[in-house]
């Protein structure tokens, strides 16, 4: 549990994603995009660079002055599958929408039926009349957890209160999209421990690089040292003809400083890699690869370059079609 206290001045660091993306580029090659004629700097380490953004997100809104507290969500569902990486949680954002005559602490409980697991419970903030503060909610799924649906609850002090069904399921039940990787397993050749780069991200459905360094997008462990990879399984034999990848990309750290620039994408077919698609020289946030038909039960990211001076990999997201 976390009691999040914060001011319009400061609030506490932790993940949250919302972001747009660069639209996907030609099969099997990189939208180039000249670099700014300045220097590129090299890229801190990870340790360094910070997450991308407050837990408590507050912005400006309109009061009518009636004094409600009334509790918003971004979805009017939560999908939660079975299963999957402990380090990868279902997420959705919350919020209050304050309709107060005077500033003042906006507070809800958050409730959610067991045996899942919330990453808070209490949202909190100070807010300026008409003001709305959201944040991301992160809810675990523990092993043996029954299918069905389950209650998520935000209860504010002003007694209004709002309840999100959580749809508790395997996999292989996910609406995926036509997205084979979503959700499936996903091993990497290493992870850096120096923040929060899980391998199982590049498989969360979240295409967003604002959740850098803080649970959404993997980084690995060895810098200047390719190649470096990210298998994702399929859960069984698949047709597959596209892969989509998405880098690390932001206006602080865009793509063609400190995204991926070269990389080959395998297929296991028969137990054995094939390479059907070859990225080189890329400088985009989002690269689709096209490819012959083939039917594998896996797929891979085989790393050989970066954009940057430390040259690590970092992969936001990885769709297979």
């Known amino acids: 549990m976390r009691h999040l206290t914060a001011a319009l001045a400061a609030t506490t660091t932790l993940v949250t994603a919302a972001a747009a993306l660069t639209a996907p580029a030609q099969a099997g090659t990189a939208a180039l995009t000249p670099p700014p004629s300045s220097p590129s700097p090299a890229l801190p380490s990870p340790a360094s660079e910070p997450p991308s953004s407050a837990s408590v997100k507050v912005r400006p809104g309109t009061s009518k002055g009636t004094g409600a507290l009334t509790p918003i969500a971004g979805a009017d569902r939560l999908v939660a599958p079975l299963g999957v990486d402990p380090a990868c949680p279902a997420r959705i954002d919350i919020g209050l929408r304050s309709d107060a005559k005077k ?64 749809e508790v399921m395997t996999v292989d039940r996910l609406d995926n999209g036509g997205n084979f990787a979503l959700r499936r397993p996903v091993t990497a050749s290493s992870q850096h421990t120096n923040a929060n780069y899980p391998p199982c991200s590049v498989a969360d459905g979240d295409r967003s690089s604002n959740g850098w360094a803080g649970g959404n997008g993997w980084n690995d462990a060895t ?53 059907v698609a070859q990225v080189r020289g890329n400088t985009a946030g989002t690269v689709r690869s096209d490819f012959a038909p083939v039917t594998a039960d896996a797929v891979r990211v085989v790393a050989l370059a970066s954009n940057g ?3 690590y990999t970092r992969i936001i997201e990885v769709e297979v079609r």
């Open 103 to 166: 500033a003042g602490y906006a507070t809800a409980a958050i409730e959610v039926d067991k045996p899942l697991t919330a990453s808070r419970a209490m949202l909190t903030s100070y807010l300026p009349p008409g003001y709305e503060l959201s944040a991301k909610l992160l809810v675990a799924v523990p092993p043996g957890t029954a299918e069905g649906t389950y209650g998520l609850r935000l209860r504010t002090t002003t007694k209004r209160s709002l309840e999100v069904p959580v």
């Open 223 to 275: 810098a200047r040292a390719f190649p470096d990879t990210v298998a994702i399984a399929l859960g069984g034999a698949r047709q597959i003809s596209r892969v989509d990848l998405y880098t690390l990309d932001t206006e602080r750290y865009p793509a063609y400083r400190y995204g991926v620039r070269d990389w080959d994408v395998q297929a296991q077919v028969g137990g054995q890699w094939q390479t």
């Open 309 to 311: 001076a430390n040259d």
